[in-house]
């Protein structure tokens, strides 16, 4: 267990809504990103933070925000919620950055509706 | 950006055989890492294994960074095993598409 939570672990939202995923670590590791994964797409970056108030953007960042404003918390949120943004959201961590392991946390499941 | 491909798609052994995963990927890279996802959805960081061999029990891997490929082995198969095996490469770790393996007793 990398001490990693997720929350929530499910979410059943509306087209249009915002919403805020929230990913916590207790290990004080610097480097935090957020993935999604869809069927036949693997998981994709969205976007990822190397320190507070710290981020930059993925492969897949429109409509998405992040904010980091202490080391154990890493915000995601979509603006505004699209059917297209149904997918299972991870929370990795990585102690000094890419060049180093990347532990995950257990997911979080959004169905826009 | 750089293209990361797994092989084979899907793989159905039964428990106890020797299976080799294979991925390749289009540029240099200093990083490789595997990954198994078990069928609860979990993501297991099994090896960071950017060149050489390392081993962990029945599983191990080896990068050749120089020929752009890593292998994950793993020996005498357990139920245990089944899932989905991702490798990721590159600065901003890509993904690919994975390896689904079934282990049936």
């Known amino acids: 267990d990398a001490g990693i939570t997720q929350s929530p672990r499910h979410k059943v939202t509306e087209t249009g809504t915002p919403v805020t995923l929230r990913c916590h670590q207790t290990?004080?590791?610097?480097?935090m990103y957020w993935y999604r994964q869809d069927p036949g797409h693997g998981l994709r970056l969205i976007h990822y933070?190397?320190?507070?108030?710290?981020?930059d953007k993925g492969e897949v960042s429109d409509g998405y925000s992040v904010s980091r404003s202490k080391t154990e918390d890493f915000l995601l949120t979509l603006e505004s919620a699209t059917s297209s943004q149904t997918s299972v959201y991870f929370c990795?961590?990585?102690?000094?950055?890419?060049?180093?392991?990347?532990?995950f946390g257990n997911g979080t499941r959004l169905t826009v509706t | 950006g750089i293209q990361v491909e797994q092989s084979p798609p899907d793989l159905i052994l039964q428990e106890g055989a020797n299976s080799t995963l294979r991925c390749n990927f289009s540029?240099?890279?200093?990083?490789l890492q595997w990954f198994h996802q078990n069928p609860w959805g979990q993501l297991i960081n099994l090896f960071y294994?950017?060149?050489g061999t390392k081993q962990n029990g029945r599983l191990s891997a080896t990068t050749v960074a120089t020929e752009r490929y890593s292998l994950l082995y793993i020996s005498s198969s357990q139920t245990t095993d089944s899932g989905v095996y991702f490798c990721?490469?590159?600065?901003?770790?890509?993904f690919g598409q994975g390896t689904r393996l079934t282990i049936n007793p």
């Open positions: 990795a961590i990585s102690l000094s950055g890419p060049n180093s392991p990347l532990h």
């Open positions: 290990e004080n590791h610097r480097y």
């Open positions: 933070s190397y320190g507070v108030k710290d981020t």
């Open positions: 540029d240099s890279v200093n990083n």
């Open positions: 294994i950017p060149s």
């Open positions: 990721a490469v590159a600065q901003k770790l890509v």
